[in-house]
C-alpha cells in the first residue's frame, strides 16, 4: 500500500514541526526535564493547548477538532522528534476513553483546553515486582494501589481500571512519585480509599489501547529519526585520520542499517494508524506489530547513535542520552514489546 499525507496533514505536520522547534528547543526541553519537579511547565502546557493540539481528536461538541489517529500519530512524531516532557500522550488517551464512555463534554472541554489533567491507572502495571496491583470498586468507592501511575502526583483526575470496571476519581490522592530513568516521564504510586464514579466497562480499554500503541510507535519514529540525524551531522563533521568519520564503510553500513530500521517503523506506525482511523480489521494486528517493532528499533538506533559518537556519547552533556531513555520508557509502556507480540500472534490467529 502507498500511503501519503494529504495537503492538510502535511501542514499539520510542518506547523507542529516549526511550532515545536520554536517554543520547546531542546536545550529549553532540559531545563524542564531537570529542574521541573512536575515534569512540565504550566504555561507552555497551556500555550500548546490554546494551539489547539489537546482537542486533536477531541469532538467538535467537546470543543475538539475531531480528527484521528493519523493526525495525532503526526503530532507524536514531532513531539518525540523535540523530545518534548509532559504528559501529552497520556492526557489524550484518557480524553479518548472519556469520548468512549460518553457524557463527559465538560471534562472533556477542559482537558482541551488545559485546565484539567486526566490520565488513566491500568490494571496492569508493566513491571509487577510480586506486588499486587488489583483494585476493587464497592459502594461507589474504590480502594487499592496502583503503580507506575503517568503524571499521578499531578493530574486532576484519574481514570482507574478495576478487573471489570473503569471509575473516575477525582483529587486528592495520596501519589508518591516513583524513580526513573526519564526525566521526561513522571510515574508515581498511588494509593485509593476514594469515591468514585462508574463511567463503563474495562472493554473500553481494546480500542484505546491500540490508540496507545499508535501512539508510542509515532513518538518512538521521532526519537529515532532525530537520533539519526544527529548522528549523520556528527560523522560528517567528525574527523580521523585527516577524513570524516563518515567516509569509512564499516560506520555506513550502521548507518544503513539506522535507516532501514528507521524507514520501516516509519511503514509500520503509518499503517497502524490508517488501520485505526478506518477502521480496517487488520487494526488489533497492525497497532501491536507497530508498537513490538517500534520499541526493538529505536533502541537499536538510539544505542547506535550513542556508540556512533564515541566517548562524548556518553556524557550528559550530549542531547542524545535523553532520546535513548526516552526510548527505553516507550518500550515498556503502553504495552512492552512482549505483550505486542502476544497480541500480534492473538490477532493473526495463532
Request: charged share 20%; with cysteine.
Given at each position: 500500500?502507498?500511503?501519503?499525507?494529504?495537503?492538510?496533514?502535511?501542514?499539520?505536520?510542518?506547523?507542529?514541526?516549526?511550532?515545536?522547534?520554536?517554543?520547546?528547543?531542546?536545550?529549553?526541553?532540559?531545563?524542564?526535564?531537570?529542574?521541573?519537579?512536575?515534569?512540565?511547565?504550566?504555561?507552555?502546557?497551556?500555550?500548546?493547548?490554546?494551539?489547539?493540539?489537546?482537542?486533536?481528536?477531541?469532538?467538535?461538541?467537546?470543543?475538539?477538532?475531531?480528527?484521528?489517529?493519523?493526525?495525532?500519530?503526526?503530532?507524536?512524531?514531532?513531539?518525540?522528534?523535540?523530545?518534548?516532557?509532559?504528559?501529552?500522550?497520556?492526557?489524550?488517551?484518557?480524553?479518548?476513553?472519556?469520548?468512549?464512555?460518553?457524557?463527559?463534554?465538560?471534562?472533556?472541554k477542559d482537558i482541551g483546553a488545559g485546565k484539567k489533567l486526566v490520565t488513566v491507572a491500568r490494571e496492569d502495571a508493566p513491571f509487577r515486582s510480586g506486588k499486587a496491583t488489583a483494585t476493587r470498586f464497592?459502594?461507589?468507592?474504590?480502594?487499592?494501589?496502583?503503580?507506575?501511575?503517568?503524571?499521578?502526583?499531578?493530574?486532576?483526575?484519574?481514570?482507574?481500571?478495576?478487573?471489570?470496571?473503569?471509575?473516575?476519581?477525582?483529587?486528592?490522592?495520596?501519589?508518591?512519585?516513583?524513580?526513573?530513568?526519564?526525566?521526561?516521564?513522571?510515574?508515581?504510586?498511588?494509593?485509593?480509599?476514594?469515591?468514585?464514579?462508574?463511567?463503563?466497562?474495562?472493554?473500553?480499554?481494546?480500542?484505546?489501547?491500540?490508540?496507545?500503541?499508535?501512539?508510542?510507535?509515532?513518538?518512538?519514529?521521532?526519537?529515532?529519526?532525530?537520533?539519526?540525524?544527529?548522528?549523520?551531522?556528527?560523522?560528517?563533521?567528525?574527523?580521523?585520520?585527516?577524513?570524516?568519520?563518515?567516509?569509512?564503510?564499516?560506520?555506513?553500513?550502521?548507518?544503513?542499517?539506522?535507516?532501514?530500521?528507521?524507514?520501516?517503523?516509519?511503514?509500520?506506525?503509518?499503517?497502524?494508524?490508517?488501520?485505526?482511523?478506518?477502521?480496517?480489521?487488520?487494526?488489533?494486528?497492525?497497532?501491536?506489530?507497530?508498537?513490538?517493532?517500534?520499541?526493538?528499533?529505536?533502541?537499536?538506533?538510539?544505542?547506535?547513535?550513542?556508540?556512533?559518537?564515541?566517548?562524548?556519547?556518553?556524557?550528559?552533556?550530549?542531547?542524545?542520552?535523553?532520546?535513548?531513555?526516552?526510548?527505553?520508557?516507550?518500550?515498556?509502556?503502553?504495552?512492552?514489546?512482549?505483550?505486542?507480540?502476544?497480541?500480534?500472534?492473538?490477532?493473526?490467529?495463532?
Amino acid at each position: 500500500m502507498k500511503f501519503e499525507l494529504s495537503e492538510d496533514q502535511a501542514l499539520l505536520r510542518q506547523s507542529t514541526r516549526d511550532f515545536l522547534s520554536s517554543e520547546w528547543p531542546l536545550e529549553r526541553a532540559r531545563k524542564v526535564m531537570e529542574h521541573e519537579p512536575r515534569g512540565y511547565e504550566p504555561a507552555d502546557w497551556q500555550r500548546f493547548a490554546e494551539m489547539g493540539y489537546l482537542g486533536l481528536i477531541l469532538p467538535p461538541n467537546a470543543g475538539g477538532q475531531g480528527l484521528g489517529a493519523i493526525e495525532l500519530a503526526i503530532v507524536l512524531e514531532e513531539v518525540g522528534r523535540a523530545c518534548m516532557p509532559g504528559p501529552y500522550l497520556d492526557v489524550v488517551l484518557a480524553a479518548a476513553v472519556l469520548v468512549a464512555a460518553g457524557g463527559h463534554d465538560a471534562l472533556l472541554k477542559d482537558i482541551g483546553a488545559g485546565k484539567k489533567l486526566v490520565t488513566v491507572a491500568r490494571e496492569d502495571a508493566p513491571f509487577r515486582s510480586g506486588k499486587a496491583t488489583a483494585t476493587r470498586f464497592e459502594g461507589g468507592r474504590v480502594g487499592g494501589t496502583k503503580y507506575f501511575v503517568p503524571f499521578a502526583a499531578q493530574v486532576d483526575a484519574l481514570i482507574v481500571a478495576t478487573p471489570d470496571q473503569l471509575c473516575l476519581v477525582q483529587k486528592p490522592f495520596a501519589a508518591i512519585e516513583m524513580p526513573t530513568i526519564d526525566p521526561a516521564q513522571r510515574f508515581a504510586e498511588v494509593k485509593l480509599d476514594n469515591p468514585a464514579t462508574a463511567i463503563g466497562s474495562t472493554s473500553l480499554l481494546a480500542a484505546i489501547d491500540r490508540l496507545a500503541a499508535v501512539g508510542a510507535s509515532a513518538m518512538l519514529l521521532g526519537l529515532m529519526s532525530r537520533a539519526l540525524e544527529m548522528t549523520l551531522e556528527y560523522t560528517q563533521t567528525r574527523q580521523t585520520f585527516k577524513r570524516p568519520i563518515g567516509s569509512f564503510q564499516a560506520l555506513q553500513h550502521r548507518l544503513a542499517d539506522m535507516l532501514l530500521k528507521t524507514e520501516s517503523t516509519r511503514s509500520a506506525v503509518y499503517r497502524a494508524a490508517w488501520c485505526h482511523a478506518t477502521g480496517d480489521s487488520d487494526a488489533p494486528l497492525a497497532c501491536a506489530a507497530a508498537k513490538a517493532y517500534a520499541g526493538d528499533a529505536a533502541r537499536l538506533v538510539c544505542g547506535e547513535a550513542i556508540q556512533m559518537h564515541g566517548g562524548i556519547g556518553f556524557t550528559w552533556e550530549l542531547d542524545l542520552h535523553f532520546y535513548f531513555k526516552r526510548a527505553k520508557t516507550l518500550e515498556q509502556f503502553y504495552g512492552s514489546t512482549e505483550v505486542q507480540l502476544e497480541q500480534a500472534l492473538t490477532a493473526a490467529g495463532f
